[in-house]
């Protein structure tokens, strides 16, 4: 089985809408599947690549304003 057909039979798989897809509609399921499989292995292969999905590391001292004492 070569590389393309592999691509093929999962655009085939995923182009079956999910119960949440199919009450919108979808003119092209199958363009559709395309596309969320190609934006998946995007994913898949850098991690930064999704927004909201880079976890920062920072200290309490980095997120919080220190209250200063009264005078």
């Not at 509609?25 to 930064?48: H, K, V």
């Amino acid at each position: 089985m070569s590389h393309e057909q592999s691509d093929q039979e999962r655009v085939e798989s995923r182009a079956h809408l999910l119960p949440e897809e199919a009450a919108v509609g979808s003119e092209d399921a199958e363009a559709q599947a395309d596309a969320i499989l190609t934006e998946s292995d995007i994913r898949e292969e850098d991690q930064n690549a999704a927004p909201d999905t880079v976890l920062e590391h920072r200290t309490s001292d980095q997120t919080v304003t220190p209250i200063e004492p009264p005078d």
